[in-house]
């Protein structure tokens, strides 16, 4: 029979943005699904005043709120079998995967898989509850703070992450290695618009809402043990909210009755207003503890006598001045067959021409032009080598679209805003017995030009 093992990292917790290496050893017992298996980083958010102040949140990279995929915040990953060798040493791996999931998923593989994602599921409105809250908008169950999993598939991080079969007993016990990019992680808070009401009692302690929400209740504002402003006449007063009931009968069927913590001065029918505005402090994020959750098998297969895998090795290039016209050449190895540059951006975020401007490129292998005309980004031969580029990978393509996810707050954008188009260089190149020279000419539009980038070659190893 199948079953999980669970086990902490060799480093102790807490996990800082110096404190960043994490090691697992997988013991040499059992055969393992990796394409199951996953890692967990805990995580715990929270603000000034959070005893009676939970804030929704949602994560940024780099203090940029768009979307990103978990696997971003993985810089280097290692692995190594103590009777094989290193298996794979994946170096600036997260931009990679970041910028790939925009082709080999779409927008339901997206959704569904927000489980485990930093990005729980929105709702029609746009609404997103954070996985570092649980918040409650009607009623007076008080919104709590949570310790939650930022989940690390393993699929996502390392090519061999994918295999059913492990055999630990015949490789020996494996070790996973990660960099993260924790310091780059931030949240931000969710901001509600004003509602307008007026008070129910004399120095009472609930507001009712101008406005009907009963019939959208998505578009309720706040929610429970949230600090807010309540201006009125007599002035402005801090309070938390303890409860929001939508009234079902009478003149304000329909309206929201806001109820506070402590009683306000004011008389019946004044107006008052429920704000977000207040100083919520500055917000903190910490990382106590990971660990490993791995999928043993009950009933493996024979260990094989020979494995073949394709992985990544990475030459990073970086100058201290855009060069506008881009040319140099790169050595690939024997065993590489596909190679990709990335451009990347907003602290390795993601890969997108958003700085360097790049108007078209060509690639010479060995003094022969992979192409016969230079490639202009986005046209029908730019989409022909990357698609080729990535069958050629064994990725199975999903989207073909190049606009990169935006928007943080909204579920429909990702495909709708096209300024920031994701941005992969690449071309399959034969198999050789000596290595290769690659040749790289990169012309930009004259405003901007490359500083920085990144070639992933994909080559094949067996052990």
């Known amino acids: 029979m199948d079953r999980l093992i669970k086990l902490p990292s060799r480093q102790a917790g807490p996990f800082t943005a110096q404190q960043n290496l994490i090691d697992f050893d997988l013991p040499d017992t059992d055969v393992y699904d990796l394409s199951k298996s996953f890692i967990n980083v805990m995580c715990s958010v929270t603000t000034e005043f959070s005893s009676d102040n939970v804030i929704n949140v949602h994560p940024t990279y780099a203090s940029n709120v768009n979307p990103f995929h978990n696997v971003t915040l993985v810089r280097d990953a290692t692995m190594s079998a103590r009777r094989a060798g290193k298996i794979e040493d ?13 082709y080999t998923s779409n927008k339901n593989m997206d959704e569904s898989s927000m489980y485990g994602s930093l990005y729980s599921q929105q709702s029609i409105a746009g609404n997103r509850y954070s996985p570092a809250r649980r918040i409650y908008k009607l009623g007076d169950q008080l919104s709590e703070n949570l310790e939650f999993p930022i989940q690390f598939k393993l699929s996502d991080i390392y090519e061999t992450g994918s295999l059913r079969e492990w055999h630990t007993p015949k490789w020996g016990q494996t070790r996973l290695h990660l960099e993260l990019r924790l310091g780059q992680l931030g949240f931000v808070h969710d901001k509600y618009d004003d509602v307008a009401g007026t008070f129910e009692t004399t120095d009472g302690n609930t507001v009712i809402s101008d406005n009907v929400f009963a019939n959208d209740p998505e578009k309720i504002q706040g929610h429970t043990n949230l600090r807010v402003s309540v201006v009125r006449a007599a002035g402005t007063v801090i309070r938390v909210i303890t409860k929001i009931e939508v009234i079902d009968s009478g003149v304000n069927k329909g309206k929201l009755k806001y109820t506070f913590n402590s009683t306000i001065t004011g008389a019946v029918g004044d107006a008052a207003t429920i704000k977000d505005n207040v100083n919520y402090g500055t917000v903190s994020v910490s990382y106590p503890s990971a660990e490993i959750v791995l999928h043993a098998l009950g009933k493996p297969g024979p260990a094989p006598d020979r494995l073949q895998y394709l992985t990544y090795t990475t030459e990073e290039f970086a100058t201290a001045t855009q060069i506008v016209n881009f040319q140099r050449m790169f050595e690939l190895e024997p065993n590489c067959m596909n190679f990709m540059c990335l ?13 360097a401007k ?14 016969d005309r230079d490639i202009t980004l986005f046209t029908p031969l730019y ?31 990702k495909y709708t805003t096209l300024e920031d188009r994701t941005t992969i260089l690449g071309n399959p190149v034969p198999l050789t017995q000596q290595p290769k020279l690659l040749q790289i000419n990169i012309d930009c539009d004259g405003t901007a030009g490359v500083d920085t980038l990144n070639i992933y070659k994909q080559v094949v190893k067996s052990i």
Do not use: C, W
């Open 90 to 102: 994946l170096r600036e791996i997260g931009v990679l995967r970041n910028t790939l999931k925009n």
């Open 383 to 413: 989409h022909d080598r990357l698609s080729m580029t990535l069958l050629n990978s064994q990725y199975d393509i999903e989207s073909i679209n190049d606009g990169s996810p935006a928007n943080s707050h909204r579920a429909n954008t």
């Open 343 to 355: 451009t990347p951006v907003d602290n390795n975020r993601i890969g997108n021409n958003s700085e």
């Open 358 to 371: 790049i108007d078209s490129y060509r690639f010479s292998l060995n003094n022969k032009d992979l192409t």
